[in-house]
Protein backbone atom coordinates (compact mmCIF):
# COMPACT_ATOMS: atom_id res chain seq x y z
CA UNK A 1 0.00 0.00 0.00
CA UNK A 2 1.55 3.71 -0.97
CA UNK A 3 0.95 6.88 1.11
CA UNK A 4 -2.33 7.70 -0.47
CA UNK A 5 -4.06 4.28 0.28
CA UNK A 6 -2.95 4.02 3.38
CA UNK A 7 -4.36 7.76 4.22
CA UNK A 8 -7.92 6.82 2.30
CA UNK A 9 -8.21 3.82 4.85
CA UNK A 10 -7.02 5.94 7.79
CA UNK A 11 -9.59 8.63 6.57
CA UNK A 12 -12.36 5.53 6.47
CA UNK A 13 -11.02 4.12 9.22
CA UNK A 14 -11.74 7.35 11.01
CA UNK A 15 -15.50 7.23 10.33
CA UNK A 16 -16.60 3.95 10.45
CA UNK A 17 -17.97 2.50 13.88
CA UNK A 18 -16.55 -0.81 13.07
CA UNK A 19 -13.05 -2.15 13.37
CA UNK A 20 -11.11 -2.14 10.71
CA UNK A 21 -7.63 -3.91 10.25
CA UNK A 22 -4.79 -3.75 7.27
CA UNK A 23 -2.85 -7.00 7.19
CA UNK A 24 0.23 -7.38 6.07
CA UNK A 25 2.62 -10.28 5.52
CA UNK A 26 2.42 -13.50 8.01
CA UNK A 27 -0.35 -11.68 9.34
CA UNK A 28 0.80 -8.66 10.81
CA UNK A 29 -1.47 -6.01 11.77
CA UNK A 30 -0.04 -3.12 10.17
CA UNK A 31 -3.03 -0.58 10.55
CA UNK A 32 -6.13 -0.30 13.29
CA UNK A 33 -8.39 2.19 13.19
CA UNK A 34 -9.72 3.69 16.41
CA UNK A 35 -12.79 1.39 16.64
CA UNK A 36 -10.01 -1.58 16.25
CA UNK A 37 -8.49 -0.19 19.35
CA UNK A 38 -11.31 0.46 20.74
CA UNK A 39 -12.67 -3.09 20.94
CA UNK A 40 -9.64 -5.14 20.61
CA UNK A 41 -7.12 -2.94 23.01
CA UNK A 42 -4.15 -0.63 22.54
CA UNK A 43 -1.52 -3.18 21.43
CA UNK A 44 -2.67 -4.07 18.24
CA UNK A 45 -0.55 -3.06 15.55
CA UNK A 46 2.23 -5.32 15.20
CA UNK A 47 0.73 -8.03 16.72
CA UNK A 48 -0.60 -11.19 14.55
CA UNK A 49 -3.96 -11.60 13.47
CA UNK A 50 -4.40 -14.76 15.28
CA UNK A 51 -3.03 -13.10 18.71
CA UNK A 52 -5.68 -11.25 18.82
CA UNK A 53 -8.89 -12.65 17.66
CA UNK A 54 -9.72 -16.74 18.46
CA UNK A 55 -10.80 -18.52 15.48
CA UNK A 56 -9.28 -22.24 14.79
CA UNK A 57 -10.59 -21.95 11.20
CA UNK A 58 -8.62 -19.13 10.68
CA UNK A 59 -6.17 -20.64 8.21
CA UNK A 60 -8.83 -22.41 5.87
CA UNK A 61 -11.37 -18.86 5.76
CA UNK A 62 -7.54 -17.35 4.34
CA UNK A 63 -7.31 -19.87 1.55
CA UNK A 64 -10.83 -19.75 0.78
CA UNK A 65 -10.54 -16.09 0.20
CA UNK A 66 -7.54 -16.68 -1.60
CA UNK A 67 -8.83 -19.23 -3.58
CA UNK A 68 -12.20 -17.15 -4.74
CA UNK A 69 -11.05 -14.01 -4.70
CA UNK A 70 -14.07 -13.12 -2.50
CA UNK A 71 -14.92 -11.58 0.57
CA UNK A 72 -15.07 -14.35 3.26
CA UNK A 73 -17.21 -14.08 6.75
CA UNK A 74 -16.67 -15.73 10.07
CA UNK A 75 -17.62 -15.61 14.07
CA UNK A 76 -14.97 -15.15 16.19
CA UNK A 77 -14.01 -14.17 20.01
CA UNK A 78 -11.74 -11.08 20.92
CA UNK A 79 -8.96 -12.49 22.57
CA UNK A 80 -8.73 -9.69 25.25
CA UNK A 81 -12.92 -10.19 25.80
CA UNK A 82 -13.88 -13.83 25.78
CA UNK A 83 -17.93 -12.95 26.60
CA UNK A 84 -17.79 -10.71 23.15
CA UNK A 85 -19.51 -12.09 19.74
CA UNK A 86 -17.85 -10.73 16.53
CA UNK A 87 -18.45 -11.24 12.96
CA UNK A 88 -15.06 -10.80 10.59
CA UNK A 89 -15.16 -10.10 7.01
CA UNK A 90 -11.95 -10.64 5.45
CA UNK A 91 -10.83 -9.81 1.81
CA UNK A 92 -7.43 -9.55 -0.14
CA UNK A 93 -6.31 -6.41 -1.47
CA UNK A 94 -3.26 -6.17 -4.05
CA UNK A 95 -0.63 -8.96 -3.53
CA UNK A 96 -0.27 -9.26 0.12
CA UNK A 97 -2.27 -7.51 2.11
CA UNK A 98 -5.50 -8.42 3.46
CA UNK A 99 -8.58 -5.86 4.55
CA UNK A 100 -10.09 -7.20 8.07
CA UNK A 101 -13.38 -5.32 9.25
CA UNK A 102 -14.94 -7.01 13.15
CA UNK A 103 -18.25 -6.37 13.65
CA UNK A 104 -19.13 -6.48 17.51
CA UNK A 105 -22.35 -8.87 17.62
CA UNK A 106 -22.35 -8.77 21.31
CA UNK A 107 -25.34 -6.53 21.62
CA UNK A 108 -27.38 -7.97 18.90
CA UNK A 109 -26.29 -11.45 20.51
CA UNK A 110 -27.37 -10.56 24.25
CA UNK A 111 -30.76 -8.92 22.70
CA UNK A 112 -30.96 -12.35 21.08
CA UNK A 113 -30.88 -14.83 24.04
CA UNK A 114 -32.78 -11.89 25.91
CA UNK A 115 -35.58 -12.57 23.41
CA UNK A 116 -35.34 -16.26 23.65
CA UNK A 117 -35.60 -16.08 27.42
CA UNK A 118 -38.29 -14.09 27.51
CA UNK A 119 -40.43 -16.56 25.34
CA UNK A 120 -39.50 -19.55 26.63
CA UNK A 121 -40.36 -18.21 30.33
CA UNK A 122 -43.86 -16.83 28.87
CA UNK A 123 -44.77 -20.21 27.42
CA UNK A 124 -43.31 -21.80 30.72
CA UNK A 125 -46.00 -19.46 32.65
CA UNK A 126 -48.82 -19.77 30.58
CA UNK A 127 -48.36 -23.46 30.61
CA UNK A 128 -48.13 -24.66 34.22
CA UNK A 129 -51.28 -23.70 34.73
CA UNK A 130 -53.06 -24.35 31.90
CA UNK A 131 -51.34 -27.51 32.86
CA UNK A 132 -53.50 -27.88 35.76
CA UNK A 133 -56.76 -26.86 34.39
CA UNK A 134 -56.69 -29.35 31.06
CA UNK A 135 -55.17 -32.20 33.61
CA UNK A 136 -58.11 -31.44 36.00
CA UNK A 137 -61.08 -30.72 33.29
CA UNK A 138 -59.96 -34.27 31.84
CA UNK A 139 -59.61 -35.95 35.06
CA UNK A 140 -63.66 -34.77 36.03
CA UNK A 141 -64.68 -35.32 32.79
CA UNK A 142 -63.77 -39.01 33.26
CA UNK A 143 -64.48 -39.57 36.95
CA UNK A 144 -68.40 -39.53 37.18
CA UNK A 145 -68.46 -41.09 40.47
CA UNK A 146 -65.77 -38.95 41.93
CA UNK A 147 -66.08 -37.99 45.59
CA UNK A 148 -67.51 -34.32 46.50
CA UNK A 149 -64.84 -33.74 48.48
CA UNK A 150 -62.12 -34.31 45.49
CA UNK A 151 -64.47 -32.34 43.22
CA UNK A 152 -64.49 -29.41 45.42
CA UNK A 153 -60.54 -29.10 45.95
CA UNK A 154 -59.94 -29.74 42.11
CA UNK A 155 -62.35 -26.61 41.01
CA UNK A 156 -60.35 -24.31 43.92
CA UNK A 157 -57.30 -26.00 42.05
CA UNK A 158 -59.11 -24.52 38.38
CA UNK A 159 -60.02 -21.37 39.89
CA UNK A 160 -56.78 -20.43 41.15
CA UNK A 161 -55.07 -21.38 37.80
CA UNK A 162 -57.35 -19.62 35.81
CA UNK A 163 -56.41 -16.25 37.60
CA UNK A 164 -53.52 -16.79 37.55
CA UNK A 165 -53.71 -16.95 33.88
CA UNK A 166 -55.23 -13.66 34.08
CA UNK A 167 -52.85 -11.78 36.40
CA UNK A 168 -50.12 -13.00 34.18
CA UNK A 169 -51.88 -11.76 30.81
CA UNK A 170 -52.58 -8.81 31.97
CA UNK A 171 -48.88 -7.76 33.12
CA UNK A 172 -47.89 -8.90 29.64
CA UNK A 173 -50.45 -6.55 28.34
CA UNK A 174 -48.81 -3.35 31.09
CA UNK A 175 -45.00 -4.42 30.02
CA UNK A 176 -45.89 -4.60 26.18
CA UNK A 177 -48.03 -0.97 26.29
CA UNK A 178 -45.14 0.18 28.46
CA UNK A 179 -42.41 -0.85 26.50
CA UNK A 180 -43.84 0.18 23.23
CA UNK A 181 -44.05 3.97 24.77
CA UNK A 182 -40.73 4.14 26.58
CA UNK A 183 -39.73 6.45 24.43
CA UNK A 184 -42.14 8.89 24.38
CA UNK A 185 -41.58 12.30 27.37
CA UNK A 186 -45.19 12.25 29.34
CA UNK A 187 -46.25 15.71 29.04
CA UNK A 188 -49.43 15.91 31.52
CA UNK A 189 -48.94 17.04 34.79
CA UNK A 190 -49.11 14.45 37.86
CA UNK A 191 -50.32 15.82 42.10
CA UNK A 192 -47.74 13.10 43.63
CA UNK A 193 -48.80 13.35 47.17
CA UNK A 194 -52.77 13.31 46.28
CA UNK A 195 -51.82 10.00 43.91
CA UNK A 196 -50.12 8.24 46.98
CA UNK A 197 -52.36 8.82 49.38
CA UNK A 198 -54.92 7.49 47.46
CA UNK A 199 -52.60 4.26 46.60
CA UNK A 200 -52.57 3.83 50.54
CA UNK A 201 -56.07 4.29 50.42
CA UNK A 202 -56.85 1.77 48.58
CA UNK A 203 -54.57 -0.50 50.09
CA UNK A 204 -55.82 0.48 53.28
CA UNK A 205 -58.62 -2.59 53.99
CA UNK A 206 -55.88 -4.97 52.68
CA UNK A 207 -53.22 -3.49 54.95
CA UNK A 208 -56.32 -3.96 58.33
CA UNK A 209 -56.53 -7.63 56.95
CA UNK A 210 -52.87 -8.12 57.50
CA UNK A 211 -53.07 -6.25 60.81
CA UNK A 212 -50.31 -3.69 58.39
CA UNK A 213 -49.85 0.04 59.71
CA UNK A 214 -49.09 2.05 57.02
CA UNK A 215 -47.64 5.29 57.71
CA UNK A 216 -46.73 8.48 55.38
CA UNK A 217 -44.26 11.54 56.49
CA UNK A 218 -43.86 14.81 54.20
CA UNK A 219 -40.40 15.76 54.82
CA UNK A 220 -39.90 18.09 51.88
CA UNK A 221 -38.89 21.23 53.13
CA UNK A 222 -42.35 23.16 51.10
CA UNK A 223 -44.67 21.11 52.81
CA UNK A 224 -47.63 23.27 51.86
CA UNK A 225 -47.04 22.85 48.05
CA UNK A 226 -47.90 19.82 46.31
CA UNK A 227 -45.06 18.15 44.12
CA UNK A 228 -46.04 18.59 40.67
CA UNK A 229 -43.76 15.57 38.12
CA UNK A 230 -44.64 15.16 34.25
CA UNK A 231 -45.94 11.84 34.20
CA UNK A 232 -49.03 9.84 33.09
CA UNK A 233 -51.57 9.59 36.37
CA UNK A 234 -52.41 5.66 35.82
CA UNK A 235 -48.87 4.85 35.09
CA UNK A 236 -47.29 6.32 38.49
CA UNK A 237 -50.07 5.03 40.17
CA UNK A 238 -49.72 1.64 39.16
CA UNK A 239 -46.27 1.93 40.26
CA UNK A 240 -47.31 2.87 43.76
CA UNK A 241 -49.23 0.69 43.97
CA UNK A 242 -47.06 -2.56 42.40
CA UNK A 243 -44.70 -1.31 45.09
CA UNK A 244 -46.96 -1.02 48.57
CA UNK A 245 -48.55 -4.08 47.29
CA UNK A 246 -45.04 -5.67 47.13
CA UNK A 247 -44.65 -4.43 50.63
CA UNK A 248 -47.69 -5.85 52.31
CA UNK A 249 -46.75 -9.48 50.71
CA UNK A 250 -43.10 -9.55 52.17
CA UNK A 251 -43.23 -7.71 55.08
CA UNK A 252 -43.82 -9.07 58.71
CA UNK A 253 -47.76 -9.13 59.40
CA UNK A 254 -48.80 -6.47 61.64
CA UNK A 255 -45.52 -4.69 60.75
CA UNK A 256 -45.03 -0.79 59.96
CA UNK A 257 -45.19 -0.01 56.09
CA UNK A 258 -43.48 3.64 56.20
CA UNK A 259 -44.21 5.78 53.06
CA UNK A 260 -42.14 8.94 52.79
CA UNK A 261 -41.54 11.90 50.39
CA UNK A 262 -37.91 13.59 50.41
CA UNK A 263 -37.12 16.15 48.19
CA UNK A 264 -33.92 14.77 46.71
CA UNK A 265 -30.53 16.17 44.87
CA UNK A 266 -30.63 17.97 41.00
CA UNK A 267 -34.43 19.29 41.41
CA UNK A 268 -36.02 15.67 41.69
CA UNK A 269 -38.70 14.60 44.17
CA UNK A 270 -37.77 10.90 46.11
CA UNK A 271 -40.59 8.84 47.16
CA UNK A 272 -39.40 5.53 49.94
CA UNK A 273 -41.24 3.00 50.78
CA UNK A 274 -39.88 1.34 53.09
CA UNK A 275 -41.12 -2.48 54.69
CA UNK A 276 -39.90 -4.89 57.55
CA UNK A 277 -39.24 -8.32 56.50
CA UNK A 278 -36.97 -10.86 56.19
CA UNK A 279 -34.70 -8.65 53.96
CA UNK A 280 -33.09 -9.28 50.18
CA UNK A 281 -29.98 -11.07 50.13
CA UNK A 282 -27.22 -8.66 48.20
CA UNK A 283 -26.72 -10.47 45.11
CA UNK A 284 -30.35 -10.77 44.15
CA UNK A 285 -30.46 -7.13 44.54
CA UNK A 286 -29.09 -6.17 40.67
CA UNK A 287 -31.38 -8.43 39.38
CA UNK A 288 -34.91 -8.15 41.08
CA UNK A 289 -36.19 -6.00 38.28
CA UNK A 290 -35.36 -8.58 35.66
CA UNK A 291 -38.48 -9.90 34.09
CA UNK A 292 -39.58 -13.21 35.61
CA UNK A 293 -36.60 -13.18 38.53
CA UNK A 294 -37.71 -14.21 41.38
CA UNK A 295 -35.63 -14.96 44.48
CA UNK A 296 -38.24 -17.49 45.91
CA UNK A 297 -40.36 -19.31 43.04
CA UNK A 298 -42.52 -21.04 45.07
CA UNK A 299 -43.33 -18.45 47.51
CA UNK A 300 -43.74 -15.74 44.86
CA UNK A 301 -46.52 -18.39 43.25
CA UNK A 302 -47.82 -18.57 46.15
CA UNK A 303 -48.63 -15.01 46.73
CA UNK A 304 -50.26 -14.34 43.49
CA UNK A 305 -46.84 -12.82 41.80
CA UNK A 306 -46.13 -12.97 38.06
CA UNK A 307 -42.42 -12.49 38.24
CA UNK A 308 -42.91 -9.32 36.08
CA UNK A 309 -44.33 -6.58 38.84
CA UNK A 310 -40.42 -5.01 39.00
CA UNK A 311 -40.24 -5.32 35.46
CA UNK A 312 -43.21 -3.02 34.71
CA UNK A 313 -42.21 -0.30 37.47
CA UNK A 314 -38.92 -0.17 35.78
CA UNK A 315 -39.95 0.44 32.46
CA UNK A 316 -42.70 2.97 33.81
CA UNK A 317 -39.99 4.72 35.71
CA UNK A 318 -37.62 5.16 33.23
CA UNK A 319 -40.34 6.66 30.52
CA UNK A 320 -40.77 9.25 33.49
CA UNK A 321 -36.74 9.67 33.49
CA UNK A 322 -36.62 8.59 37.18
CA UNK A 323 -34.37 6.51 39.26
CA UNK A 324 -35.66 3.16 40.88
CA UNK A 325 -33.41 2.38 43.48
CA UNK A 326 -33.12 -0.88 45.98
CA UNK A 327 -31.64 -1.14 49.24
CA UNK A 328 -31.55 -4.09 51.65
CA UNK A 329 -29.89 -7.01 52.82
CA UNK A 330 -30.78 -10.17 54.79
CA UNK A 331 -32.81 -9.46 58.12
CA UNK A 332 -32.69 -5.94 57.69
CA UNK A 333 -35.62 -3.39 56.38
CA UNK A 334 -36.16 -3.33 52.66
CA UNK A 335 -35.88 0.09 51.12
CA UNK A 336 -37.65 0.79 47.66
CA UNK A 337 -36.88 4.27 46.60
CA UNK A 338 -38.42 6.13 43.45
CA UNK A 339 -36.95 9.42 42.20
CA UNK A 340 -38.34 11.61 39.79
CA UNK A 341 -37.92 14.72 38.60
CA UNK A 342 -39.73 17.89 39.53
CA UNK A 343 -42.05 19.72 36.94
CA UNK A 344 -40.06 22.73 35.91
CA UNK A 345 -43.10 25.11 35.32
CA UNK B 1 -47.28 -55.06 45.40
CA UNK B 2 -48.59 -51.95 43.80
CA UNK B 3 -46.10 -50.39 41.40
CA UNK B 4 -44.43 -47.02 43.11
CA UNK B 5 -44.01 -44.04 41.00
CA UNK B 6 -41.80 -41.48 42.07
CA UNK B 7 -43.30 -37.47 40.68
CA UNK B 8 -41.04 -34.27 40.97
CA UNK B 9 -42.18 -31.30 40.40
CA UNK B 10 -42.38 -28.47 42.06
CA UNK B 11 -45.17 -27.15 41.38
CA UNK B 12 -48.14 -29.00 44.18
CA UNK B 13 -50.96 -28.52 41.94
CA UNK B 14 -49.64 -30.35 39.22
CA UNK B 15 -48.08 -33.14 41.70
CA UNK B 16 -51.75 -33.41 42.58
CA UNK B 17 -53.36 -33.74 39.31
CA UNK B 18 -51.05 -36.63 38.44
CA UNK B 19 -51.07 -38.01 41.83
CA UNK B 20 -54.85 -38.25 41.77
CA UNK B 21 -54.61 -39.87 38.33
CA UNK B 22 -51.78 -42.49 39.15
CA UNK B 23 -53.64 -43.55 42.66
CA UNK B 24 -56.83 -43.85 40.77
CA UNK B 25 -54.82 -46.19 38.24
CA UNK B 26 -53.88 -48.43 41.07
CA UNK B 27 -50.48 -47.07 41.65
CA UNK B 28 -48.26 -46.08 44.56
CA UNK B 29 -46.95 -42.73 44.68
CA UNK B 30 -44.16 -40.71 46.07
CA UNK B 31 -43.29 -37.31 45.52
CA UNK B 32 -40.63 -34.72 45.65
CA UNK B 33 -40.80 -31.26 45.71
CA UNK B 34 -37.12 -30.39 44.09
CA UNK B 35 -34.57 -31.85 41.64
CA UNK B 36 -32.41 -32.94 44.97
CA UNK B 37 -35.22 -34.29 46.92
CA UNK B 38 -35.77 -36.29 44.08
CA UNK B 39 -32.79 -37.72 43.56
CA UNK B 40 -32.51 -38.47 47.34
CA UNK B 41 -36.23 -40.54 47.19
CA UNK B 42 -35.15 -42.48 43.92
CA UNK B 43 -32.23 -43.06 45.91
CA UNK B 44 -34.09 -44.50 49.18
CA UNK B 45 -37.06 -45.28 47.50
CA UNK B 46 -36.00 -47.04 44.67
CA UNK B 47 -39.38 -46.86 43.02
CA UNK B 48 -40.24 -48.51 40.01
CA UNK B 49 -40.38 -45.58 37.27
CA UNK B 50 -39.47 -41.76 37.74
CA UNK B 51 -41.77 -39.03 36.74
CA UNK B 52 -39.39 -35.92 36.12
CA UNK B 53 -40.09 -32.36 35.53
CA UNK B 54 -37.56 -30.31 33.35
CA UNK B 55 -37.71 -27.42 35.30
CA UNK B 56 -37.19 -27.74 39.04
CA UNK B 57 -35.25 -25.59 41.74
CA UNK B 58 -32.30 -26.80 43.34
CA UNK B 59 -31.66 -29.54 40.71
CA UNK B 60 -33.16 -29.64 36.94
CA UNK B 61 -34.89 -32.21 35.76
CA UNK B 62 -31.92 -33.00 33.45
CA UNK B 63 -29.15 -32.99 36.15
CA UNK B 64 -31.02 -35.32 37.96
CA UNK B 65 -31.60 -38.08 35.03
CA UNK B 66 -28.00 -37.81 34.40
CA UNK B 67 -27.26 -38.59 37.74
CA UNK B 68 -30.17 -41.50 38.42
CA UNK B 69 -28.08 -42.66 35.07
CA UNK B 70 -24.58 -42.82 36.73
CA UNK B 71 -25.26 -44.60 39.89
CA UNK B 72 -25.76 -47.99 40.13
CA UNK B 73 -28.46 -48.60 41.72
CA UNK B 74 -30.91 -46.04 39.98
CA UNK B 75 -29.23 -46.74 36.63
CA UNK B 76 -31.72 -48.79 35.30
CA UNK B 77 -35.15 -47.22 36.98
CA UNK B 78 -37.12 -46.07 33.68
CA UNK B 79 -37.30 -42.18 33.39
CA UNK B 80 -40.32 -39.83 31.35
CA UNK B 81 -39.98 -36.41 31.58
CA UNK B 82 -42.42 -33.78 31.31
CA UNK B 83 -41.57 -30.48 29.94
CA UNK B 84 -43.49 -27.03 30.33
CA UNK B 85 -40.65 -25.19 28.20
CA UNK B 86 -41.46 -25.88 24.59
CA UNK B 87 -38.43 -25.32 22.97
CA UNK B 88 -37.12 -27.05 19.93
CA UNK B 89 -34.39 -29.40 20.79
CA UNK B 90 -35.55 -30.60 24.65
CA UNK B 91 -36.84 -33.51 23.34
CA UNK B 92 -34.15 -34.50 21.83
CA UNK B 93 -31.69 -33.54 24.81
CA UNK B 94 -34.48 -35.61 27.40
CA UNK B 95 -34.10 -38.83 25.80
CA UNK B 96 -30.26 -38.40 25.20
CA UNK B 97 -29.28 -37.45 28.38
CA UNK B 98 -31.20 -41.28 29.06
CA UNK B 99 -34.79 -40.30 29.87
CA UNK B 100 -37.08 -43.41 28.21
CA UNK B 101 -40.36 -41.29 27.23
CA UNK B 102 -40.93 -37.35 27.35
CA UNK B 103 -44.06 -35.58 26.97
CA UNK B 104 -44.42 -31.77 27.10
CA UNK B 105 -46.97 -29.74 29.05
CA UNK B 106 -49.95 -29.86 29.09
CA UNK B 107 -50.94 -32.84 28.73
CA UNK B 108 -53.54 -35.81 29.03
CA UNK B 109 -52.92 -37.53 32.34
CA UNK B 110 -55.02 -40.91 30.64
CA UNK B 111 -52.07 -40.59 28.03
CA UNK B 112 -49.32 -40.45 30.66
CA UNK B 113 -50.76 -43.11 32.40
CA UNK B 114 -50.74 -44.95 28.85
CA UNK B 115 -46.88 -44.14 28.46
CA UNK B 116 -46.23 -45.22 32.61
CA UNK B 117 -47.78 -48.96 31.20
CA UNK B 118 -45.94 -49.04 27.94
CA UNK B 119 -42.44 -47.71 29.16
CA UNK B 120 -42.82 -50.53 32.15
CA UNK B 121 -44.05 -53.30 29.66
CA UNK B 122 -40.87 -52.59 28.31
CA UNK B 123 -38.20 -52.27 30.99
CA UNK B 124 -39.94 -53.76 34.01
CA UNK B 125 -42.23 -56.36 32.28
CA UNK B 126 -42.51 -58.58 35.63
CA UNK B 127 -44.45 -55.48 36.33
CA UNK B 128 -46.63 -56.11 34.06
CA UNK B 129 -48.85 -58.71 32.44
CA UNK B 130 -46.28 -59.60 29.45
CA UNK B 131 -44.78 -63.27 29.62
CA UNK B 132 -40.81 -62.96 29.84
CA UNK B 133 -38.94 -65.39 28.05
CA UNK B 134 -35.65 -66.91 28.34
CA UNK B 135 -34.96 -69.93 25.66
CA UNK B 136 -36.73 -72.40 27.53
CA UNK B 137 -37.61 -70.59 30.70
CA UNK B 138 -41.64 -68.62 30.72
CA UNK B 139 -42.78 -66.53 33.63
CA UNK B 140 -46.13 -65.74 33.90
CA UNK B 141 -46.12 -61.62 36.01
CA UNK B 142 -50.21 -62.10 36.10
CA UNK B 143 -49.98 -65.80 36.95
CA UNK B 144 -47.20 -66.04 39.12
CA UNK B 145 -46.17 -68.88 36.81
CA UNK B 146 -42.81 -70.62 35.59
CA UNK B 147 -42.03 -72.77 33.34
CA UNK B 148 -39.38 -74.80 32.12
CA UNK B 149 -39.36 -76.76 28.02
CA UNK B 150 -43.48 -76.56 28.84
CA UNK B 151 -43.19 -77.96 32.06
CA UNK B 152 -44.06 -76.00 35.64
CA UNK B 153 -41.58 -74.79 37.88
CA UNK B 154 -42.64 -75.05 41.66
CA UNK B 155 -41.49 -71.99 43.82
CA UNK B 156 -41.75 -70.08 46.42
CA UNK B 157 -43.03 -66.52 46.33
CA UNK B 158 -39.22 -64.98 47.09
CA UNK B 159 -37.42 -67.20 44.63
CA UNK B 160 -40.18 -66.31 42.27
CA UNK B 161 -39.06 -62.52 42.77
CA UNK B 162 -35.42 -63.24 42.24
CA UNK B 163 -36.23 -65.25 39.30
CA UNK B 164 -38.45 -62.39 37.55
CA UNK B 165 -35.33 -59.76 38.63
CA UNK B 166 -32.92 -62.07 36.85
CA UNK B 167 -35.03 -62.74 34.07
CA UNK B 168 -35.19 -59.15 33.16
CA UNK B 169 -31.47 -58.72 32.46
CA UNK B 170 -30.14 -62.08 31.56
CA UNK B 171 -26.58 -62.57 31.97
CA UNK B 172 -26.51 -59.43 34.17
CA UNK B 173 -24.87 -59.80 37.72
CA UNK B 174 -26.53 -58.68 40.63
CA UNK B 175 -25.17 -58.23 43.67
CA UNK B 176 -26.98 -59.85 47.15
CA UNK B 177 -27.48 -56.26 48.03
CA UNK B 178 -29.27 -55.97 44.72
CA UNK B 179 -31.37 -58.91 45.58
CA UNK B 180 -31.86 -58.06 48.59
CA UNK B 181 -33.48 -54.13 48.53
CA UNK B 182 -35.52 -55.66 45.45
CA UNK B 183 -36.99 -58.97 46.96
CA UNK B 184 -37.08 -58.07 50.97
CA UNK B 185 -37.32 -54.09 50.70
CA UNK B 186 -34.77 -51.55 51.29
CA UNK B 187 -33.16 -51.13 54.64
CA UNK B 188 -34.10 -54.83 55.75
CA UNK B 189 -31.51 -56.41 57.34
CA UNK B 190 -31.43 -60.28 56.14
CA UNK B 191 -28.16 -62.50 56.26
CA UNK B 192 -26.10 -63.10 52.77
CA UNK B 193 -26.39 -66.28 53.55
CA UNK B 194 -30.51 -66.35 53.85
CA UNK B 195 -30.08 -65.24 50.21
CA UNK B 196 -27.82 -67.83 49.45
CA UNK B 197 -30.40 -70.22 50.46
CA UNK B 198 -33.06 -68.90 48.22
CA UNK B 199 -30.92 -68.90 45.39
CA UNK B 200 -29.64 -72.59 46.29
CA UNK B 201 -33.14 -73.57 46.24
CA UNK B 202 -34.37 -71.65 43.08
CA UNK B 203 -31.43 -73.38 41.20
CA UNK B 204 -32.41 -76.80 42.53
CA UNK B 205 -36.12 -75.78 41.28
CA UNK B 206 -35.12 -75.07 38.04
CA UNK B 207 -32.77 -78.01 37.68
CA UNK B 208 -35.99 -80.50 38.82
CA UNK B 209 -38.17 -82.14 36.21
CA UNK B 210 -41.51 -84.47 36.57
CA UNK B 211 -39.73 -87.36 35.79
CA UNK B 212 -36.55 -86.47 38.75
CA UNK B 213 -34.01 -85.88 35.94
CA UNK B 214 -31.99 -82.83 36.31
CA UNK B 215 -31.76 -80.43 33.64
CA UNK B 216 -28.90 -78.01 33.04
CA UNK B 217 -28.40 -75.29 35.96
CA UNK B 218 -29.44 -71.47 34.64
CA UNK B 219 -27.83 -69.72 37.59
CA UNK B 220 -24.21 -68.65 37.71
CA UNK B 221 -22.60 -67.65 40.66
CA UNK B 222 -19.82 -65.01 39.92
CA UNK B 223 -18.03 -65.49 42.96
CA UNK B 224 -17.18 -62.03 45.20
CA UNK B 225 -20.00 -60.42 42.98
CA UNK B 226 -23.46 -62.19 43.16
CA UNK B 227 -25.68 -64.05 40.85
CA UNK B 228 -27.39 -64.18 37.24
CA UNK B 229 -29.21 -66.05 34.62
CA UNK B 230 -26.76 -67.83 32.98
CA UNK B 231 -25.99 -67.04 29.29
CA UNK B 232 -25.80 -70.12 28.35
CA UNK B 233 -28.82 -72.51 27.59
Redesign the interface.
Known amino acids: MNMHEMDLIKTLGSLVDDALLVIGHDLVITNANPASIRLLGDKVIGTNLNDVIIYSGLAEELAACLDSQKPVEFTATPTNNHYRHIRARMMIWGEDTLIVLLLDMTLQHNLEKMRRDFV?NV??EL??P???????V??MQ??PDMKLG?RQ??LN?MD??AKRMSRLINDLMSLSKVEVDEHIVPESKVFVKSLLMATINVLSNRALKTGHDIRFHDHREQKVTEPVIRGGNDEIMEVFQNLLDNALKYSFPSSIIRVEMHDYANGRLAINIINQGEGITEKHIPRLTERFYRVD??RS?QMGGTGLGLAIVKHIINKHRGELKITSALNKETVFSVILPYATD | MAIKVLIAD??P??I???S??LK?SGFEVVHA?DGEQALHMAESQLPDIIILDW?M?LMSGIEVCKALRGMTETRSIPVIMLS????EGDRTLGLDIGADDYMT??????ELVARIRAVLRRSRPSLTNEVITYGSLRLYPAKKIVERDGQRVELGPKEFRILSLLMERPGQVFSRTQLLDHVWGHGIYIDDRTIDVHMSRLRKALQRTANDATLPDLIRTVRGSGYALSESE
Do not use: C, V, W
Open positions: ASHRSLTSLIGFETNSDRFIEEKGR | DENQELIYNQAMPARGEKPFSPK
